[in-house]
């Protein structure tokens, strides 16, 4: 035939084909308005004022107080993050089958996105602050004495990041956990399974590449968390996360190639952690999940 | 396009040739006490200004959306309001229209600055128009009923922190105005040998603010934040200024009861708006922003700046008294202003805030020194 | 896991929304016994096994294992095996490790779970396969390693779900004798699933013909080959032509019969008198081109390996299917006939 | 009929604990946005309404409030339309540089907006799209596109290509495959990452401040002005701001969940039985 | 979408991984024919079907149209139907929907749309369950949606992959004739995946038997029946019986064989000489109990309806698969014969 026709021929088989176009609008956009702006900005991470051309990564390492934000960031990220996920499996779990009520209480649960970061924020700190009504409700239980401490602290911002990152994690493992066919851990029943065979050694492990995923989403919303970590957290001490020290460099103290760099080193320790995860996922079994289609 | 037509420099004529479009960018909260000038001026002036757009934004973000506008050479932000961290960015950047001394004869208002004003225009230099000023504090806030006899010195304050720990409050000085008011007035209280030099000159500020850490629970990250522990009772002291003593209590967030005391060796530490234009706004529209300026220094607009305390007393210029304010300013002055704030101002030196340099080494310190030392613990 | 001597279901009844799938199923199934469901698709037989299974909670009625309510039992603690309709393979599992799932469920030393692995593979002849996932096996493949995973446990009631459905004719008849064989040899008690009247016929020790969810006739492989207790269950068993007639005379059991075209003695299965309308069944391979009989037109043939079948029509235009071991033309007249014994008269 | 395991009871507890907080979190700021004054107490010494009329007039929330929702659904529309398809080659196909390009789509979800949203609005200005609406959604555009490829693509990957192969059989294009047979069957998915773009677009700082004309600006740049710009602010009126946004929010999530059970099967899944 | 000539396959070859799913596959089927692909489970068949129809590339070789070449069209543009083994139903679809689908695809008039699919749904007796989702169906009543919905187009080729393996014996033979008979009414041209032997001799006008990837024979039905290319095309053909045998004369095609206990005459399918190792394949019900004949000792009888399925072995251990008119009891001694023309020798 021609050679055209061969040459699609020969092409198809290695996989390429006019489908892969469908890409083609999705990587113009990332191309055009991520790519060419990022270089940009990884270009102004190495040309600081002074330092040589890594003089801004080295004042980062070399200051403890800069550096430490990382561990810090991760300190309420990773938890956070184990959190959400770990949560929603168990309630997505017990929700998957039909019952009266199902779709309120789904609803419900993911509610929580809509609130935003303020809401969030204003919320913990009237609600849980010394006089509100979760201490107001101790206090008059008497379980405690005096009020507990929950904002303006570690636990503040890891309140937030739980309210907020939950519902994503929730709405996903359940999308995810609805497309794995039932009658695959009945067919485990039968083999003698029980409930928690069935849930470890047949939905978990289907599931695994959707809880992957779901565990990097909600890890990068909780890594790169910044408002809350100044308003319910304690911003110069235990929740001076990395994003604070990004802020702090580039908007307050106009330093845009060490703000820069900051940011490229958040992006390498996120994608770091996301690759890992993404490495386990390829581990898993990962086509479909027995709905027949 | 907002901008397009026009050119962005040589001679700014009198008026524009047609009447313009003005965006206006608030990062200080200015418009609070401004909008009501502008608004006046533009029903005023509509051969000048046909209309005018107000956006509001916090003074960091706003460096880099103007840069992201000069950089493409569409600047569509014409007229900015903001305070001094904002100003002194934009001309460490070199984003703002040197308007000084070029078109100094066209602003007379500025001659009439009060001193305070006057001192706190020299840091705009070249760059920026004040548009209101206020000593601001430092103030300590108090409720008479937890508080009976409040500290009259640095050293009562910390005895007083000693023998009620987590009583004593402000903010983290980077969020907050009465924080960093605190924490630049301090200097002068403790007597340090250059209280514009945080990093060589403040040992003893340094000192006392790690002493005073130790009794010190919680700086929250916002004004309000201390202002509400203030009024449920959870903090019994703060820091404040005379717009954050006022109006809070007009707005009811603060009992009306509350009190102010300043510390013995007590200087002010005043505070600004100014308007800038930047690079790149027609002359067109940097005629009609002159005139708006020059309008806004008149008396009777600046009387509009006593609003409700927000930013007490809140003209820049003299021979601007309450009588002329409008009537609600009037009302709620009466009401919840302190007429010892005459008396205090008139009887305490006044001094400038620390430049923007300065302050961000500061504020670099106290994170690490004071605020970042709570983790240890 | 023990064995017990009965399984009873009583009255067991499945609705979905308002419609029955299974109204009243009663049935005792003795240890060791080989019961086959059989019946048309949608006729509720995997229904009834799920219900068995425990897979599906039923919506009246109840089971008994010996003295024991089952019915509200889990499934997992049943300790029955079955093999799914759909294969319901775990897609992530190799089939080694599809199979070996149940062993390691119950605890199996490590030994034992690669031997009774590799004999259950060995069996459903998969041990090239045995480290691939289901995803990649042809349907058929995947049909043995779901048989494998259920024999492997040798549990005491096993359910099958038509296990054979999607095998190759050969390999179904020889999965079939397997089947028989480790019913037996295992001392298995086995339910079987399945549309097809002769597997069900060659492998059950007792039949159950469902229609519309409801029980037409248990028996013997013979009693229903040979006495079908319904014109439907004849229609089932491959007595493929269905005559409406009318009864000319009865003598005894034996009727003679007219309609359509066609005059044919047959054995009375209900009470008819002459005159009655009724329907006579006759299975095809009982209906042959003989020297005299009725003449018929031949319309179809079809090979059929040793025969034909042919599909020919009466004078008065009654389709009738019959076999022929010579092929004749479309269009040929021939004659056929029927021995009396061979067709059974149901009132209709 | 079925008792409740102790897992169950532990499950529903720990919802039931998480609910009963979420509402007195929620509740406070509710309270607060409509008390007078509000000190050590457990209510409000009166009621008012006047934190909203002020939010509503000092920010001219109407004009805000239309723009948010134009912005908002213009990203999800386009985000869904570009990273729909995309994510169905990445599920489906593989093809030399796939990794490569997965990656791709992964950095802009992964890199802080600092890194490249000074740059980004830069040309967007330059090109005369920043200052509009056209700027604000196409900035959105960076991180919500990618964010719906890692979300879709799992989904695709659930459903069984046999379905595609009988349409293509029946003669469907390749769009119709998409729109006939795959987004019916992704509803569930493509809502799920639409919300969760939605709510991220919404709630976009950074991007859409940077790219904002003055009347293209949303409620987050109001609400963070609110709550974090200079000079004094009621925190009431922080929290009617808030209740505001928080309140358009559900109403976009209530409408899209009436359409839509976010539950719904992704694939041909029989219900449990039970 | 117009019709064609004929369809050549040339050379066609596909690998999954380092194995080959298909070898080198040569085929021409020319329109209006009837063409089964029949051969055990894994044999390549449903690959075969796949690359035709362009859901899987070829790994080698070409497929041609007339003089178009077929295989780089996409398959939305072949215009061929499809019956898919797993059903492949529209989960999100109506019955009537999924029936309808190619039609709208189409774009047809909405009451050309609306005539076709009830006639296609009545076709396969649906017309009940036409507003379910398939999900509420049962496996049979998938099948046949699927059924409807391929044939509801009248494709110039229709391709189908196992259509009847899920339906009960009843519907499946009726299928069958419906099947067939729309194939001749509509004059469609058909490529049917079987495994099945019955079903493929009854349907096709020729078969392609394969086996590993491989075509072990092409051929009519009766030429496949009859005349079996090898011993593997043997068994798969019903040849049931394969036995290792010695020859131990030979008269033109007669030969005589004898071992494993017994002594046979047959018909020499290949070249072979007295001496020779050869397979004898005998189908079971050429194999009879006879008065005289070979003496075997009955092992296992299995009812199969009109007669008996028996195993039986020979006095040196070789097992027969036979019939028998009555039923033997196990352990019983018969004698059995065949008759010299179905005894097909082989050599080994
Ligand atoms: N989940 C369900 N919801 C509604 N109806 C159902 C459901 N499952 C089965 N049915 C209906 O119940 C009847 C019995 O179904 P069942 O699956 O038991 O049939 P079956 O005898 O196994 O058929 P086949 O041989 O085709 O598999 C059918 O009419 C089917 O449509
Ligand atoms: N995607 C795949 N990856 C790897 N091997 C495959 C794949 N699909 C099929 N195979 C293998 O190719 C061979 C032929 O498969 P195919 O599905 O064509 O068999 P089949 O003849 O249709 O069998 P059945 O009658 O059981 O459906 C089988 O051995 C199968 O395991
Ligand atoms: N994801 C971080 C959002 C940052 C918002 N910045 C608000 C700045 C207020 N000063
Ligand atoms: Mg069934
Ligand atoms: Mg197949």
Known sequence: MSGGTALRHRLAERGLDRQLLLLVPGLACVLALFIYPFAYGIGLSFQPASGGVLGAYRAFFTDAYQRDTIATTLGLSLPAAILNVAASVPIAYRMRGRFRGKRLLTTILVVPIT?????????????????????????????IDEPVRLTNNYWGVFFSLVITGFPFAFLLILSYLSGIDPTLERAAATLGAGRWQRFSRITLPLLAPGLATTFCLTFVLAFSVFPSAVLVGDPAGSTRV????????????????LGSAIAVIMGVVELIVVAVVLGLRSLFYTGSTGGKG | APNSGGATDGPVPDKPGEAVTLNILDVAGNLQLTQGMIDDFVSRAGDQIDKVTYSKATAPE??????????????????????????????????????????????????????????????AGDFGVTVTYYPSGPLLEYLPANVPSPPKSAEELLAYAKANPGAVQYARPSNSGPGRTFLMGLPYLLGDSDPKDPVNGWSKTWAYLAELNKYVTLYPSSTSETMKNLANGSAKIIASTTGWDINPRVLGTVPKEAKVQTLEGFHWVTDAHYAVIPRGVPTNKQAAILNLLQDMLTPQQQAKAYDQGYFYPGPAVKDVTLSMAPEESQKALAEFGRPEYDQLIAGNPIEVPLDAKALVAAFDRWDREIGGAKVKK | MTGFSELRLDGVRRRFGDRDALTGLNLTIRRGEFIALLGPSGCGKSTALNCLAGLLPLSEGSIWQDRTRLDTVPPERRGFGMVFQNYALFPHLSVRRNVSFGLQMRRLPRDEVRRRTDEAIKLVRLEEHAAKLPGQLSGGQQQRVAIARAIVLEPSLVLMDEPLSNLDAKLRLEMRTEIRRLHQSLGLTTVYVTHDQEEALSLADRLVVLRDGRVEQIGTPQELHNRPANRHVADFMGYRNLLPMKVKAAHGSTVTLEGGGLTLDGTAADAVAPGDDVVAAVRPEDLRAAAHGVPVTVEVVEYQGREFAVEARTTEGVALHLRSLERPAPGERITVTAAPSRVLVFAS | ?????????????????FLINLAGLI?????????????????????????????????????????????????????????????????????????????????????PPITYGIPLA?????????GHLAGVVLANLVPSIPFVILTMTPFIEQ????????????????????????????????????ILVLVRTVGMFELTFLTAGPDSQTLVVALYYSMSAAGIRAQQSVDAMAVLYTSSMLVLL?????????????????????
């Not at chain 2, 309001?81 to 066209?106: E, F, H, K, M, N």
Request: hydrophobic content about 50%; aromatic content about 12%; proline content about 5%.
């Open chain 4, 254 to 274: 209530v409408i899209a969940l009436r359409f839509v059970n976010p539950t719904q099967l992704v694939a041909r899944v029989k219900d449990d039985p039970d």
């Open chain 4, 122 to 130: 830069t040309v967007l200005y330059k090109y005369g799209f920043a």
């Open chain 2, 62 to 123: 706003l460096v880099g959306k103007v840069k992201a506008q000069q950089n493409a050479g569409r600047v569509d932000i014409d007229l900015v309001l903001t305070g001094v961290d904002g100003l002194a960015a934009g001309i460490d950047q070199d984003l703002w229209t040197p308007l000084l001394p070029a078109s100094s004869s066209r602003l007379p208002g500025m001659s009439t600055y009060l001193p305070g004003a006057e001192a706190m225009q020299k840091l």
């Open chain 4, 159 to 194: 459903i069984d290509q046999s379905v595609e192969r009988a349409a293509r059989m029946c003669g469907a294009r390749t769009w119709q495959i998409f729109t006939r047979i795959l987004a019916p069957l992704l509803v569930p998915g493509i809502l799920a990452a639409s």
């Open chain 1, 115 to 143: 609130l935003g970061t303020v809401l969030t924020a204003e919320g913990l700190l009237n609600y849980l602050g010394p006089t509100g009504w979760f201490n107001r409700a101790l206090l008059g239980l008497g379980v």
């Open chain 4, 1 to 17: 009929m079925k008792r409740l395991t102790v897992g169950a009871w532990l499950v529903w507890g720990a919802v039931a604990f």
């Open chain 1, 242 to 257: 990395v994003s604070i020290a990004a802020y702090h460099a580039a908007y307050e103290a106009y330093d845009y190639p």
């Open chain 4, 27 to 111: 509740g406070a700021v509710v309270v607060n946005s409509v008390g007078q004054r509000w000190f050590d107490t457990w209510l409000p010494q009166g009621w008012t309404t006047h934190w909203y009329a002020g939010a509503w007039e000092e920010f001219g929330l109407f004009q805000v409030l239309v723009v948010t929702l134009e912005v908002a659904l213009l990203v999800v529309a386009i985000s869904v339309l570009v990273g729909v398809p995309a994510s169905y080659v990445l599920a489906r196909r593989s093809f030399p540089g796939r990794r490569v390009v997965y990656l791709l789509f992964l950095l802009p979800i992964l890199m």
